[in-house]
């Protein structure tokens, strides 16, 4: 197993935790190597299977009224193995690639009991660390650590980790409907109506405002529409806390910190998440990416309300 800890004095998990995260991934390593070969022989088609079979008939609504319901099961952090991600994802094929941002590369997968017995039908979103990209294994560390712990409707929930050797991987609840992003900027969508922005723009404060009055206090720092999902119902919520960091707690007044976060959401003095909830907000009524010179007064007709 690799070294899933860091010596580093401003890491966010305790040895302990440490120590805990590599139980848990060998653990479910060596699960994972007694019931390998039943796996690979299995004749049953998994729900995976039968998800990306195009002849498969099946109703939209039903699976993800299904998946809502056992989305709310998986209470605890689970340690996948590399190997079952592989088999969740097709190794990783291309065309199951969902997105890829600075942490790497998002696949979607379909989690169930032929996967890990126990494991309730759910369709997920596999993050995998890109070893040459801009975040690393603080930023993963980072993600186990926030997400693992908070729960809140408006937080995307983190359903499992893999720590192998040089691997490093965070398995999500899949949201339906993509990023506030796609659905702001992208031409072929449908505007969204002002309803549904208002509701999307109190979700995600309310996201904010829980990680801001949480017992101890977190500094999100990378507050914008790329980062807000939404579910099937367009529920906002909050994800990829790479960036985070735990906020002052009692009679702290600041804490200090490199600068970080996104150009154009991030307020010139010091990342803070209150001016990019204003930026974000500014985005959710003009439909315009930041940062946009063009969206100056007297600018072009390209930033008006879609």
Request: with cysteine; aromatic share 8%.
């Amino acid at each position: 197993m690799g070294n899933c800890g860091t010596r580093e004095e401003s890491a966010v998990v305790s040895n302990a935790q440490v120590q805990q995260l590599h139980m848990l991934s060998s653990l479910a390593a060596a699960a994972a190597k007694n019931g390998g070969s039943e796996k690979r022989h299995s004749r049953n088609r998994s729900v995976s299977d039968l998800m990306s079979d195009p002849s498969t008939p099946r109703n939209t609504n039903i699976v993800e009224e299904e998946s809502r319901k056992n989305s709310l099961l998986y209470t605890h952090v689970i340690a996948f193995t590399l190997f079952e991600l592989e088999t969740i994802t097709k190794s990783f094929r291309s065309d199951y690639i969902l997105g890829e941002g600075g942490f790497g590369t998002v696949y979607k997968g379909y989690i169930d009991e032929n996967v890990r017995v126990g494991l309730k039908s759910l369709p997920v979103a596999v993050k995998v660390l890109n070893k040459e990209g801009l975040q690393g294994h603080r930023e993963w560390l980072t993600e186990v650590n926030f997400l693992g712990q908070l729960r809140h409707p408006n937080l995307v929930k983190l359903i499992g980790y893999c720590c192998e050797d040089d691997h490093r991987l965070l398995v999500y609840e899949f949201m339906f409907r993509g990023s506030l992003e796609n659905h702001l900027f992208r031409k072929a969508t449908v505007p969204l109506s002002w309803a549904t922005r208002m509701m999307i723009a109190l979700g995600a404060a309310k996201g904010l405002a829980f990680l801001h009055n949480a017992e101890r206090p977190v500094i999100y720092r990378d507050f914008k529409t790329s980062n807000i999902l939404l579910d099937s119902d367009y529920t906002a919520k909050l994800s990829d806390f790479g960036l985070a960091k735990a906020g002052p707690q009692g009679d702290e007044t600041h804490v200090s910190t490199r600068v970080m976060g996104t150009y154009g959401y991030a307020a010139p003095e010091y990342v803070n998440d209150r001016f990019a909830n204003n930026v974000v907000g500014a985005g959710v009524g003009a439909a315009c990416r930041s940062p946009n010179p063009s969206c100056s007064p007297g600018g072009p007709a390209a930033c008006r309300v879609r």
